[in-house]
């Protein structure tokens, strides 16, 4: 092999190389600085997560002790952080949209209790602005969740 073939294979690698490390490294300190923020968050709060989970924009954990679960979304963690108490729930299931057989539009979990519904999304079709996890994923996600979650219910 000569040289020149050789100084082009070492600029073709580094321009795949390059970009995919940046991309590595910026997204694994994002969800550093999220987990950190959270982390903050829920122990001003008093609340020890023992799971903590981030699905695309949605990051979800769970105070076993307490029964409290935690969301808040992965852009504004300190806004959007919810605490919902699992006893004042009575149901949680998950919820699935599609508007044609084979595609699936929104995906999330369902939360009932007596004063209140909410829903939790893990995938919504027309968000633009999420990581670009396929339904499927959020799918079995949210069926995790509902698993984790379930045991702590009121009604359990």
């Given at each position: 092999?000569?040289?020149?073939s050789l100084i082009v294979d070492i600029v073709i690698i580094l321009v795949i190389a390059i970009p995919l490390a940046y991309?590595?490294?910026?997204?694994?300190?994002?969800?550093?600085?999220?987990?950190?923020?959270?982390?903050?968050?829920?122990?001003?709060?008093?609340?020890?997560?023992?799971?903590?989970?981030?699905?695309?924009?949605?990051?979800?954990?769970?105070?076993?002790?307490?029964?409290?679960?935690?969301?808040?979304?992965?852009?504004?963690?300190?806004?959007?952080?919810?605490?919902?108490?699992?006893?004042?729930?009575?149901?949680?299931?998950?919820?699935?949209?599609?508007?044609?057989?084979?595609?699936?539009?929104?995906?999330?979990?369902?939360?009932?209790?007596?004063?209140?519904?909410?829903?939790?999304?893990?995938?919504?079709?027309?968000?633009?602005?999420?990581?670009?996890?396929?339904?499927?994923?959020?799918?079995?996600?949210?069926?995790?969740?509902?698993?984790?979650?379930?045991?702590?219910?009121?009604?359990?």
């Amino acid at each position: 092999m000569d040289t020149g073939s050789l100084i082009v294979d070492i600029v073709i690698i580094l321009v795949i190389a390059i970009p995919l490390a940046y991309l590595v490294i910026y997204s694994f300190n994002r969800e550093r600085k999220v987990k950190k923020s959270v982390a903050k968050l829920c122990s001003q709060k008093g609340i020890n997560l023992g799971i903590f989970e981030i699905n695309g924009n949605l990051v979800l954990g769970i105070d076993d002790q307490q029964k409290k679960l935690i969301l808040t979304h992965r852009k504004d963690t300190n806004n959007a952080f919810q605490i919902i108490d699992l006893p004042q729930l009575t149901d949680c299931q998950v919820k699935t949209v599609k508007h044609s057989k084979n595609t699936l539009d929104w995906v999330g979990l369902e939360l009932v209790g007596t004063q209140q519904k909410q829903d939790i999304a893990f995938y919504v079709e027309e968000d633009d602005e999420d990581p670009g996890t396929s339904a499927e994923i959020c799918l079995q996600a949210a069926r995790k969740w509902e698993k984790l979650i379930r045991p702590l219910l009121k009604a359990s």
